[in-house]
């Protein structure tokens, strides 16, 4: 197969149409390319499409960790992760905005990517029950990722009172 001897980059996500083709192509870039990164933009390994895929109880698909994954068998490289749960995008927020990490907290439904990112940075962290984890799941005694604060739902909020804050 013919590839771009010029690729100097192989990001890989999410990916519906993932095929041979693709998976061969980068990882014959990676390979064969002086200094060619391998990029991933997450390791999650399920993510939520629609209500008509279920699996386990829940609504989930392989995520975009299936497609890093075959890069990685492929290459017998590991990427550079930029997205959760490396630092490496709450670091560059953080210096763009001139904002103290310890003013952050992260707000997200996985533990292994949202939390554990919120964590890496930093920040104070914010589970929400109504995604990938269950309460179920958090509270296991194999689960070693605590968040700050959990609540069953955004919405729950709204309840709030300003002057409560």
């Known amino acids: 197969m013919e590839h771009d001897k010029d690729v100097g980059a192989v990001v890989v996500g999410f990916d519906r149409y993932l095929n041979y083709y693709k998976v061969q192509y980068g990882t014959l870039c990676i390979r064969e390319n002086p200094g060619c990164l391998f990029i991933a933009t997450n390791r ?7 209500d008509a895929q279920e699996w386990a ?6 995520g ?7 890069i990685c068998g492929s ?8 997205g959760k749960p490396s630092t490496f995008m709450m670091d560059y927020l953080a ?3 001139g904002i103290l990490k310890s003013q952050i907290c992260m707000v997200g439904d996985r533990l292994d990517t949202d939390i554990l990112f919120g964590q890496n940075g930093g920040c104070k962290t914010l589970l929400v029950l ?3 984890t269950s309460l179920s799941m958090l509270q296991s005694p ?3 990722i605590q968040p700050d604060f959990y609540t069953n739902k955004i919405s729950d909020f709204l309840s709030i009172k300003a002057a409560t804050l």
Not at 44 to 50: G, Q, R, Y
Not at 57 to 62: E, H, P, W
């Open 130 to 132: 109504s995604g990938v």
């Open 44 to 50: 999650d390994a399920v993510t939520h499409l629609t």
């Open 64 to 70: 975009g960790g299936s497609m890093v994954g075959a």
């Open 142 to 144: 194999s689960n070693s």
């Open 57 to 62: 109880g829940q609504y989930l698909i392989s």
């Open 75 to 82: 290459t017998q490289r590991e990427p550079l992760v930029v």
């Open 95 to 97: 210096n763009k905005f």
